[in-house]
């Protein structure tokens, strides 16, 4: 009887001790997931010296909410969004990249015709090899993803928009049903759709413009293992901007120069911001507002940018430069100087804008045939460091106060906009 009780006693025990080993994994575990969830956002934010006001003043609530509200996604948009985690090609021909290389950025939408042209120039520059070549697709077109795959000049990194309007035929961000068209009254049509400021419904083809930028920007500075701690600059450049041979040479220059002889400027441009300006032909560089073609910056002005995400994707302004010439630069508080040469280094040349689309009865004509001429200066690197810096002031352009061209009314595009903005930093925190 009493070694039964003792038996019956030991096996309680046990069970006991193995309750206690149990909770306290289980605490154990929770602590360190919390512990590792702190140091890996803290580490992403470590590059400057102003990470902690970065991660508390954010404009809008990221730490208190982690969950995403983003559209539900269909079978293409889940195929694009795996690709996205597929390496670089050409490893086997370019397995290391050059140390404190520039990594470039060209994003494209569906103008193949320009995009030959673009590739073309860009396996001319010399020191591409050096580089990673990021490839950053507005939905899915093939033609447009056969010349991609064609390049052998460098790493060659590509990601698709997995929420961008033409992946969703049927569903927002694409056209829904029910969506309200034009100048439609939502409450007589009982349709959805909030309006802009001047009374127009959104057009998918055209907010996919903003759209793409803002979740390449985000996916691109901290959403991709390649570049997620690159904390030098990063060029972006469309699928219309020609690059001269000596680009790549002549913004390791500019970038290098920079903190000596511009310390205001937030970054390097490759051509003047006046698209139609081939650049002054002076010798000294020059400082003026950034522009949109062949621009560069690091990682610092990027979380400046992005602090500023509310702004940006609240403004009734379907065009993501304007929207940051209007209300993004101007809420820096001081003029955002870009630096560059006196002679461009590449070249806007499309005729055809981006949302009069391809394959459509009144699409744009243009077979992307490109005359103009690279001189033997804009083969090799055609900058003085002993150079001085003239300083453009009062330029004219799109500025604070501006309203903006509308297109950018309706509350859903405005809250994706938003989920663009954190959703790495939540995907980081959910899955350490």
């Known amino acids: 009887m009493a070694a039964s009780y003792r038996k019956s006693r030991m096996k309680e025990v046990s069970f006991c001790r193995l309750i206690s080993i149990g909770v306290f994994g289980v605490v154990l575990f929770l602590l360190l997931v919390r512990t590792n969830t702190f140091i890996a956002l803290t580490r992403r934010y470590s590059f400057e010296s102003d990470d902690e006001s970065f991660v508390l003043n954010l404009n809008y609530t990221l730490s208190s909410d982690t969950s995403l509200k983003l559209p539900k996604q269909n079978e293409l948009s889940i195929l694009l969004e795996k690709r996205n985690q597929m390496p670089p090609r050409n490893l086997d021909l370019y397995p290391k990249l050059v140390k404190n290389h520039i990594v470039i950025v060209l994003y494209v939408h569906n103008r193949p015709q320009y995009l030959r042209v673009a590739v073309d120039s ?8 050096e580089t990673l070549l990021i490839i950053s697709h507005d939905g899915y077109f ?57 009374g127009n419904h959104r057009s998918p083809k055209i907010v996919s413009l903003k759209h793409h930028w803002w979740w390449m920007m985000n996916m691109v500075w901290d959403g991709l293992k390649e570049t997620s701690h690159h904390s030098g600059h990063i060029l972006f450049i469309e699928e219309d901007h020609f690059i001269f041979p000596n680009a790549y040479r002549n913004l390791q220059l500019l970038v290098e120069l920079k903190p000596k002889k511009c310390p205001q400027c937030y970054a390097a441009n490759l051509a003047p911001s006046d698209v139609k300006s081939r650049g002054e032909g002076w010798e000294s560089l020059i400082a003026e507002r950034m522009g949109n073609v062949g621009y560069s910056f690091n990682r610092t002005v990027w979380r400046m940018i992005h602090r500023k995400a509310r702004e940006f994707c609240s403004f009734d302004e379907y065009n993501w430069d304007i929207t940051m010439w209007a209300t993004v630069y101007p809420s820096f508080g001081s003029p955002v100087y870009s630096l560059r040469g006196p002679r461009t280094s590449s070249v806007h040349f499309g005729k055809c804008g981006l949302h009069q689309g391809q394959g459509e009865k009144a699409a744009c004509i243009d077979n992307g045939v490109f005359n103009f001429g ?26 604070a106060g501006f309203r903006g061209w509308g297109g950018w009314g309706d509350v859903r595009d405005r809250q994706l906009c938003l989920e663009f903005a954190k959703m790495h930093l939540a995907s980081e925190a959910g899955n350490v």
């Open 122 to 129: 860009l396996s001319r520059v010399v020191g591409i090899s």
């Open 142 to 198: 093939e033609e447009m993803n056969k010349i991609v795959e064609s390049i052998k000049f460098c790493q060659v990194k590509q990601i698709f928009a997995p929420y961008s309007p033409h992946v969703f035929p049927n569903s927002f961000p694409g056209v829904s049903p029910n969506d309200c068209k034009e100048k439609d009254d939502p409450v007589k049509k009982k349709c959805d759709g909030t309006p802009d400021q001047y």
């Open 374 to 399: 690279v001189e033997e200066i804009d083969r090799v690197p055609n900058l003085k460091s002993d150079w001085e810096v003239r300083v453009l002031k009062h330029q004219a352009g799109y500025q």
